[in-house]
């Protein structure tokens, strides 16, 4: 089925000018740039939108590193468009992610991991409406 999902491209990859380059994986593998923006997260949106998190460990490093610098935020549509995603990041700990994928490829560390992605079709609905609420989001 034709999915959207959420991208977030973290702030050590758009530190490393490294935004287009991942968007062409992006679009290499057939996904479509539905909606996008570069923004810079208060601690509170940040806060908001890895609320899933709040009790973990990592959950006040998370949030430091997502507002320490602007992040890009796409909205991508296509052919199970959510796993699609997924597969080209690679696993969240880029040390276990494997050859080829965004996070072996741009990925320092589990914090600064390069970039986040939906994990399921109802996620992927809130975190949409989250960054693009109304009618922001184009399927072409
Ligand atoms: P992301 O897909 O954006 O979702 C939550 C983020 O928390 C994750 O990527 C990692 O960058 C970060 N994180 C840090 N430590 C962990 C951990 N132990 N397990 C999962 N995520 C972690």
Known sequence: AIERTLSIIKPDAVAKNVIGQIVARFEGAGL???AAKLVQLSRQE???FYGVHKERGFFK???DF????????QVLE???AIAKNRDLMGATDPKKAEKGTIRADFADS???NAVHGSDAAETAAQE??????????YSR
Do not use: Q, R, W
């Open 32 to 34: 479509k740039i539905a």
């Open 66 to 73: 997502m507002v320490s610098g602007p992040v890009f935020v």
């Open 128 to 137: 949409i409406a989250f960054f693009f609420p109304g009618l922001n989001v």
């Open 78 to 80: 296509g052919e199970g």
């Open 110 to 112: 589990i914090d600064a």
């Open 46 to 48: 940040a806060e908001t």
């Open 61 to 63: 490093d998370l949030v």
